[in-house]
C-alpha cells in the first residue's frame, strides 16, 4: 500500500493502490502515518517527498470503503502530524479531495502539466477534514481557496503555479525526478537553518508581527553557531555571486516569473 524508498538524502514515500486511484483506506492511513514517522526518525533522511505512481497522485478517501478513523494525526494517517524536515509533494495527473489535502501538508508542490487539482469531495457531501480548509487559504489566499472549495471545480497546473499553488511544474512523468533533485538541492544546505527556518516560518503564521518576531528570534538563537561557521566560510571565499544556489529559471535563459512563459517545461536531466 505504502513504499519507503531513499535515494541519497532524499525519503520518498509512495502510495500504491494503482487500482483505486491510490485511494485511502485505513490500512493505507496507518502505513502513511507510519512511514511519515519514520522519516521523521530517520537521521539520514533529510528531506521526505510524497508520490503516487500510475500517473496519479491521489483521488483522496476511498468512498467505496468508507473505514477511515478519525485520530490524533488525522484521518489520513498524517495530515496533522509536524515533521522537523522539510517535505514535498510529487504529482501526476489527478490530486483531488484528500489527495489535494496530502499535498497541502507538504511544504512545496512539484506538478506534472497534466496534474489536476480540486476538492472534488464538494460533488458528494464529504468535508475537508484533513486540513484542507486551513492550509489552502494559506497558501492561495482566502478567496481563491473559497472558489476551490465551495465550487468544486478543477484547477489545472498552469493556474495552480500561478496562483502559488504549485511551486515547479514540469513535464508529465518528471514530477518524481524533479521532487528528489529538489530535495537533494535543499540536503545541500546546513541543516541547522534549513528547520529552524522552516518552525519559525510555521510558529509564526497567523501571529502577530511582534509576536511572529520572537519566536523567528528564539529560533535564530539555536542556529548561532552554524551561522559563525557559515560567516567564516563565506570569508574564506566561499559562495560569492550567487554560487551554490540553484535557480532552474536561470537555466531556461529567462526568469520563472516571465510571462511569457508560464510554464517550467523542465524535465529529464534539466530536473
Known sequence: MVTYDRDGPVAVISIDRPG??????RET???LGDAWRRFDDDEDALVGVLTGDEGTFSAGADLKQMDLEDG???WLGFTRLRVGKPTIAAVEGHCVAGGLEMALWCDLRVA???????????????????????????IVGQGRALEMILTGRPVDAGEAREWGLVNRVVD???????AIELGKTIAEFPQTTVRTDRAALYEGLGEPIEKGLQIEAWHGR??????????????????????GIDDPA??????????????????????
Open 172 to 178: 508529465d512523468g518528471a514530477a518524481l525526478e524533479t
Open 72 to 74: 490524533d494525526d488525522g
Open 29 to 31: 492511513a496507518v502505513e
Open 250 to 271: 536561470d537555466r531556461q535563459g529567462k526568469r520563472s516569473d516571465d510571462p511569457a512563459d508560464p510554464v517550467d517545461r523542465r524535465g529529464g536531466d534539466d530536473g
Open 222 to 243: 539555536r542556529a548561532l553557531e552554524t551561522a559563525f561557521e557559515g560567516a567564516d566560510r563565506f570569508a574564506a571565499g566561499e559562495g560569492r555571486h550567487g554560487e
Open 20 to 25: 483505486a486511484k491510490h485511494a485511502i483506506d
Open 112 to 138: 506534472g502539466e497534466g496534474a489536476t487539482f480540486g476538492c472534488f469531495e464538494r460533488r458528494f457531501g464529504v468535508p475537508l477534514v484533513d486540513g484542507g480548509t486551513q492550509r489552502l487559504p494559506r
